[in-house]
């Protein structure tokens, strides 16, 4: 492969100065100089030369926390449910049709699934029953689950294929939902209590994955991601990524997240311990999770909801694992000298995470150890400042800010907490190092919006949500980039354009710098990784053109 030279534009190199050089080569797989076009040029002779033509490069994202392959998931297998500004689905009657039309395709006897479902912005404001789903089908197993991931409801005969009777008791960290009656409506709530249905491969094998792995890769090539991310790897999933793992190269650069569970059997007996060699699909961090998701109040709080769900009075949340479990199973993994990233979406959660974090250093000092805490939603300052201490990072959330900032505003936190969900700014102002998700399938991966949102901290509706919580354009940029690959200690091979590391970049066609009120009005143009072009947005393609 002939050395190919960027230049004619600006170029945001992230690296430790924020430099912006004249021009930028690549040889094979790696930037090899970056500097004045006339001493590169000198040095390369024959490269061909990338005129950006005024447009900007930067690194490719780095997605820091998702759930790759869900969103084709969503579109190829299951119905998708969601409502506006994502989806169409504004109404029960709609999310019923949705789940008539794909019964109306799925053998009897087979399971028909719906997804993204958000209640919260139907216009009945409420869950669908199990008598309803029933309507819709009682010749199919029914089971939607929740935007969140972390409820659904079920018709009868899913209930009955997930073993649930009325006599079921609600499991630790869980909820089988009931009437006034004591009978089972069909609703579930909480991991433990969903059990394989909880799971995002529910209902993948070898005979579909493959497909859906594909239809992501480009979905994410085409918003300029090169390392995506699964964050809640169980066995049956991380055999799959083996399988291709195992084919060489597919196309984009993945970090697996184990969960916690499976270990130490599946690091030293395992599939861990005999992982495919390979530089493409790689095993990160274990993943632990200690509560559930605002939008259905579970999310574990030290001050109650702002307001209850409907007919219940306000609580502050579930925790879906126990204090001294969580301190003995963060133990166990900082022992084995794994990197933990835990969903902590609460501050009680945080509360609990960071006491376990403290009481695993006290015992096994280590330095650089990473460990994480995924959303940190509604962190507060004297937490952030403890991360600051312990060398703890966090991975925030700040599409709920587009998303739900409207409903954490009037239900979820009220006009006064819901200012500091997502403290990028308080966060930026302690020193703790930070990254922005989208947590796909969750919300799409759209790193631009995403950024844009962080830098605006606008709502669907156009409100302001914690004007002390922006951050600059710069700061936003690179939590998406090379601090993102240093949040899975990949700072050395990605995440800025400095020579020897990986030739992952994105040509976009406006500087994000230059405009930071619409940075969401920004294109990515093309997509280049690992020295080749990927994504070429006139034409759509994904792959370099011949």
């Known amino acids: 492969m002939s050395a190919t030279i960027f230049t004619n534009g600006t170029i945001l190199t992230l690296d430790d100065t924020n430099s912006s050089p004249e021009a930028v080569a690549v040889d094979g797989e790696r930037i090899v100089a970056v500097g004045t076009l006339n001493v590169i040029r000198a040095a390369l002779p024959g490269a061909k030369v990338v005129d950006l033509a005024g447009r900007t490069l930067i690194p490719a994202f780095i997605d820091p926390h998702g759930h790759f392959p869900d969103s084709a998931f969503v579109t190829l297998l299951r119905a998708d449910l969601a409502s506006p500004p994502r989806g169409d689905c504004r109404s029960l009657a709609d999310i019923f049709d949705r789940l008539r039309a794909k019964a109306a395709k799925t053998p009897k006897g087979e399971w028909v699934m719906g997804a993204a479902l958000d209640e919260t912005l139907l216009q009945e404001g409420r869950m669908p029953t199990r008598d309803e789903l029933d309507a819709v089908s009682r010749d199919h197993p029914i089971w939607v689950i929740h935007t969140s991931g972390h409820c659904g409801v079920a018709n009868s005969m899913a209930l009955a294929r997930h073993g649930v009777t009325e006599e079921t008791p609600d499991p630790a960290g869980g909820r089988f939902l009931r009437d006034a009656a004591g009978r089972l409506t069909g609703g579930i709530e909480g991991l433990s209590a969903m059990g394989e249905m909880s799971d995002t491969h529910f209902l993948i094998d070898n005979s579909n994955f493959g497909r859906c792995f594909d239809v992501a890769r480009e979905e994410y090539l085409s918003h300029g991601v090169t390392l995506a991310q699964n964050s809640w790897t169980a066995l049956p999933l991380l055999e799959l990524f083996a399988d291709v793992a195992k084919a060489g190269d597919p196309g984009i650069d993945l970090v697996l997240l ?117 959303h940190g939603q509604v962190m507060r300052e004297d937490q952030l400042e403890r991360c600051a201490k312990l060398g703890v990072t966090i991975s925030f959330f700040p599409a709920h800010v587009w998303y739900w900032g409207d409903k954490h505003y009037s239900e979820f936190l009220g006009p006064e907490r819901s200012q500091n969900i997502s403290p990028t700014g308080w966060a930026e102002k302690v020193g703790v190092r930070f990254t922005i998700h989208n947590d796909a399938a969750v919300t799409p991966t759209r790193p631009l919006h995403l950024i844009h949102t962080t830098v605006t901290r606008r709502t669907h509706s156009g409100r302001v949500l914690g004007e002390h919580q922006r951050i600059s354009a710069l700061s936003a940029l690179r ?53 080749a072009r990927v994504y070429q947005a006139e034409t759509g393609t994904v792959g370099e053109p011949a």
């Open 258 to 374: 184990p969960v916690a569970e499976i270990e130490p059997g599946f690091s030293k007996v395992g599939l861990g311990r005999d992982w495919p060699r390979g530089q493409h699909i790689t095993l990160g961090p274990r993943k632990l999770l200690t509560d559930g998701s605002f939008l259905m109040r579970t999310a574990y709080l030290t001050e109650p909801y702002y307001t209850g769900a409907p007919g219940k009075t306000p609580d502050t949340g579930l925790a879906y694992i126990g204090r001294d479990t969580l301190i003995a199973e963060v133990k166990k993994l900082h022992d084995m000298g794994f990197q933990i990233h835990t969903h902590c979406n609460g501050d009680a959660s945080s509360d609990m995470y960071l006491d376990a974090v403290e009481a695993a250093i006290a015992a096994n000092p280590r330095k650089d150890h990473r460990h994480t805490i995924i």
């Open 479 to 531: 939590a998406h980039t090379i601090d993102a690959a240093w949040q899975v200690f990949q700072e050395n091979d990605r995440g800025s354009i400095e020579p020897g590391k990986l030739a992952d970049l994105v040509i976009l066609d406006a500087n994000p710098l230059d405009r930071p009120d619409r940075i969401d009005t920004i294109r990515v143009d093309q997509t280049w990784r690992r020295g």
